[in-house]
């Protein structure tokens, strides 16, 4: 048997089960992971349970819940109401302050799909209300969103610097940041004036006068001290390098001490979906990294490359991917693993360049409605917006940015 070609086989499978049903690829992975690894190929079950990531799951339980007291206690709800009042009824600069919410709030923690559900029921509503485009609001809460992604703090970061210092990768965490910031800025703000953004500065949001007049009340004890532990947590990281886990962990409790939030519903409001999806897919990659399926795959990804043309190619395939699939809880960890292997196939080829590549590649495409992202917009689309072409433009944005990424990683990390 095969055993290789059987566990790349077994990736394949997740994905697409998980890609058109609502079946959690990381459970399904970890069956997966089990079946092959014990029945076929003769491993003990530690060996299979040793690639489950604690030290990530643990991040991201720590990550997670610290946003999560803050988003049951109104925090991140009041930040965004009051930031919107400083368009001050101008339908153009609208867009633009939701993409600066998405992107400071998916930097400071939550992370790209916290950052739009929290954003997109009240971006989307704005949008109808002030005759802003449902795509061109999509296009800049979705971007936005991902533009913070790989803060060191947030969860898709988390995960990237993790995979990436596991080949090593060490150190990199805030140059893989503003890469990808770079990128999902450019394109988000060249796509929203192109198609139509510049329009909108001649045009007042009379509808939104009322709205955006309306009082909001101060932030009260519980939330300026979540703001304050929040702060906290940022300092201590960026300036005296303090641990994320053992920092977040740290004012989790300080919030639950206080009775900040409501503990309860702060648990139940962690996505265990996607903390048990990232966990799962990464313990069958590591699988098929001990049956040489990383070897097989990489062979095969070296047949159509070059070092120089690599980043081009590999951001093309993860963004094709990436439509149809989690762009960091699946791709991400498939494809960074692969990099050293990918590299002595080549005969050579710079590591940094093709990691930049997948993690760029992989996300420009979440406008997608495919996506977590880009569902999540349409979801919350108005009423009177047609949901149908709303759809269509989204998806030919999403397919788009495979072409895309291909093109601005080549210029940016295979020419350099």
């Given at each position: 048997?095969?055993?290789?070609?059987?566990s790349?086989?077994?990736?394949?499978?997740a994905?697409?089960?998980?890609?058109?049903t609502?079946?959690?690829?990381g459970?399904?992975?970890?069956?997966?992971?089990?079946?092959?690894?014990?029945l076929?190929?003769?491993?003990?079950?530690q060996e299979?349970?040793?690639?489950?990531?604690?030290?990530?799951?643990?991040?991201?339980?720590?990550?997670t819940?610290?946003?999560?007291?803050?988003?049951?206690?109104?925090t991140?709800d009041?930040?965004?109401k009051?930031?919107?009042k400083l368009?001050?009824?101008?339908?153009?600069?609208?867009p633009?302050?939701?993409?600066a919410?998405?992107?400071?709030?998916?930097?400071?923690g939550?992370?790209?799909?916290?950052?739009?559900?929290?954003?997109?029921?009240?971006?989307?509503?704005?949008a109808?209300?002030?005759?802003?485009?449902?795509?061109?609001?999509?296009?800049?809460?979705?971007?936005g969103?991902?533009?913070?992604?790989?803060?060191p703090?947030?969860?898709?970061?988390?995960?990237?610097?993790?995979?990436?210092?596991?080949i090593g990768?060490d150190?990199?965490?805030?140059?893989?940041?503003?890469n990808?910031?770079?990128?999902?800025?450019f394109?988000?703000?060249?796509?929203?004036?192109?198609?139509?953004?510049?329009k909108?500065?001649?045009?007042?949001?009379?509808?939104?006068d009322?709205?955006?007049?309306?009082?909001?009340?101060?932030?009260?004890?519980?939330?300026?001290?979540?703001?304050?532990?929040?702060?906290?947590?940022?300092?201590?990281?960026?300036?005296?390098?303090?641990?994320?886990?053992?920092?977040?962990?740290?004012?989790?409790m300080?919030?639950?001490?206080s009775?900040?939030?409501d503990?309860?519903?702060?648990?139940?409001?962690?996505?265990?979906?996607?903390?048990?999806?990232?966990s799962g897919?990464?313990?069958?990659?590591a699988?098929?990294d001990?049956?040489g399926g990383?070897d097989?795959?990489?062979?095969?990804?070296?047949?159509?490359?070059?070092a120089?043309?690599?980043?081009?190619?590999?951001?093309?395939?993860?963004?094709?991917?990436?439509?149809?699939?989690s762009?960091?809880?699946?791709?991400?960890?498939?494809f960074?693993?692969a990099?050293?292997?990918?590299?002595?196939?080549?005969?050579?080829?710079?590591p940094?360049?093709i990691?930049?590549?997948?993690?760029?590649?992989?996300?420009?495409?979440?406008?997608?409605?495919?996506?977590?992202?880009?569902?999540?917009?349409?979801?919350?689309?108005?009423e009177?917006?047609?949901?149908?072409?709303?759809?269509?433009?989204m998806?030919?944005?999403g397919?788009?940015?495979?072409?895309?990424?291909?093109?601005?990683?080549?210029?940016?990390?295979?020419?350099?």
């Open positions: 048997m095969n055993l290789p070609l059987v790349l086989l077994a990736l394949l499978i994905i697409l089960i998980s890609s058109f609502r079946l959690n690829v459970l399904l992975s970890i069956a997966l992971a089990f079946i092959i690894g014990v076929l190929g003769g491993l003990k079950i299979i349970i040793a690639g489950f990531p604690t030290g990530m799951f643990l991040t991201l339980v720590a990550i819940l610290l946003f999560s007291q803050a988003q049951v206690n109104g991140l009041k930040l965004s009051l930031s919107i368009a001050r009824g101008n339908a153009g600069l609208i633009m302050i939701f993409f919410l998405a992107l400071i709030i998916s930097s400071i939550p992370g790209n799909i916290a950052a739009t559900a929290l954003l997109a029921p009240v971006a989307m509503a704005v109808g209300r002030a005759g802003i485009s449902a795509f061109l609001m999509a296009i800049m809460v979705c971007n969103a991902n533009a913070g992604t790989f803060s703090f947030a969860p898709t970061g988390i995960i990237a610097n993790d995979l990436m210092s596991k990768l150190g990199f965490a805030w140059q893989n940041y503003f990808t910031l770079l990128a999902q800025s394109v988000a703000f060249a796509g929203y004036f192109a198609l139509g953004g510049l909108l500065f001649t045009k007042r949001a009379a509808a939104l009322e709205n955006l007049q309306q009082k909001i009340d101060p932030f009260d004890a519980k939330q300026k001290l979540t703001l304050g532990v929040i702060a906290a947590l940022v300092a201590s990281v960026v300036l005296f390098k303090i641990d994320v886990t053992l920092g977040a962990f740290i004012g989790v300080m919030l639950s001490l009775n900040a939030a503990e309860k519903a702060a648990i139940q409001a962690i996505p265990w979906h996607t903390l048990l999806m990232v897919a990464t313990m069958l990659i699988l098929i001990k049956t990383i097989l795959f990489t062979n095969m990804l070296a047949e159509f490359s070059s120089t043309t690599i980043p081009a190619v590999i951001a093309f395939v993860t963004g094709v991917i990436s439509v149809y699939s762009s960091s809880f699946v791709v991400m960890p498939a960074l693993s990099i050293p292997k990918l590299i002595e196939k080549l005969g050579g080829g710079d940094l360049a990691a930049y590549s997948i993690n760029v590649g992989a996300h420009l495409v979440d406008v997608s409605p495919l996506s977590t992202l880009g569902a999540l917009c349409i979801a919350n689309a108005a009177s917006e047609n949901r149908n072409a709303l759809f269509h433009w998806l030919a944005w397919l788009s940015m495979c072409l895309v990424g291909a093109i601005v990683c080549f210029i940016f990390f295979g020419l350099r």
